[in-house]
């Protein structure tokens, strides 16, 4: 028996007549030896040296039991230069271990704790992020409007206002599939946009019309708000996931129609702060009652994410595992 399996590759380029290598990032290593390369699905970028490609894979006696199962890793809200930092040195050891097909990462606080840049956007890409989700700090760096509706790597939430630049939904084309993500933002406690719950229903009738599996990064604020959207999504989607409150809930689990949910993912950035902020600033606030500029801590980093294995022909939920690394700067 054989069986087409994708597999996500990274080459390193010595040079243009030169003959490539290949390092596995994703896919299912245990079948390497048995496996062939039919044909290179595409190449997917070209950055200082560095190819990423997508093959297509002939495996014999491959034995999956339940189909085929996508790896998802979703990173938690990267905070200025230590999230960056984090990504740096975790993404690839986490891509390795846990087999990750395709990598999302929430990017609003990415550019100094506030927003996100063209050029900050680029750097993540290069360490291996695919897509990049916003929030209620989309509009920060005010540069984001001249680029935003020109990147399809890039979602602000869903809920907006109509005539606000940007899109609510994307997809990612990769390893042969297609992965729709789908941005909203909560309303308890952030600005009063439409209502995430009937723009959820209308967005994910659109994209169900190109694929099965949809990731939806709720950013918000009240856990009620979060846990509200999950069981009102519940088998509609591959993952409803939470951003914004920078702390990791232990509440990751499967619902009962196959969507996997938690209500935060976690900050990926400096761990000895205040939701990534500098500690002595938050706590004098809360002392005084004064106004202070924020800043962003620095010293120790962290990443929170989440992996979620998602079937490929159904789109429901597998597995949800959280996540978290942390290193001294
Ligand atoms: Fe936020």
Redesign the pocket.
């Known amino acids: 028996m054989k069986k087409a399996e994708y597999w996500f590759l990274r080459a390193n380029v010595r040079d243009a007549k030169s003959e490539v290598t290949f390092e596995m990032l994703g896919g299912r290593i245990f079948d390497i030896q048995s496996s062939k390369l039919e044909r290179i699905i595409y190449i997917e970028k070209l950055n200082n040296n560095i190819l990423w490609i997508n093959v297509r894979m002939l495996t014999k006696n491959l034995n999956l039991k339940g189909g085929t199962y996508v790896h998802v890793l979703f990173i938690g809200?990267i905070m200025g230069k230590p999230g960056r930092e984090a990504v740096k040195r975790f993404l690839k050891p986490i891509q390795l271990e846990y087999k990750i097909d395709v990598t999302i990462a929430n990017a609003?606080?990415a550019a100094a704790g506030k927003g996100l840049t063209k050029v900050i956007a680029e750097e993540l890409y290069d360490y291996g992020i695919q897509f990049l989700t916003m929030?209620?700090?989309v509009w920060d760096q005010r540069e984001i409007r001249n680029f935003i509706d020109a990147e399809p790597r890039l979602v602000r939430p869903a809920n907006y206002p109509v005539g606000a630049p940007g899109q609510g939904y994307g997809f990612i084309r990769t390893m042969g599939i297609k992965i729709g993500i789908l941005n909203l933002s909560g309303r308890i406690f952030l600005p009063p946009l439409d209502d995430p719950f009937s723009g959820a229903i209308r967005c994910i009738n659109q994209i169900k019309q190109e694929t099965p599996i949809i990731i939806v990064d709720f950013?918000a604020e009240a856990s009620s708000e979060k846990v509200a959207l999950g069981w009102f999504l519940d088998g509609l989607v591959s993952a409803v996931v939470g951003?914004?409150t920078h702390i990791q809930t232990a509440d990751a689990r499967l619902l009962n129609q196959g969507t996997a949910y938690i209500t935060d993912v976690g900050m990926t950035g400096p761990r000895d702060s205040v939701l990534g902020i500098k500690k002595e600033i938050i706590i004098n606030r809360f002392l005084t009652q004064l106004p202070a500029k924020f800043e962003v801590a620095s010293g120790a980093f962290q990443l929170n994410a989440v992996v979620i294995d998602i079937d490929e022909k159904t789109g429901k939920a597998r597995h949800i595992e959280a996540i978290q690394r942390f290193a001294e700067a």
């Open positions: 809200d609003e606080n929030g209620n700090h950013h951003t914004h």
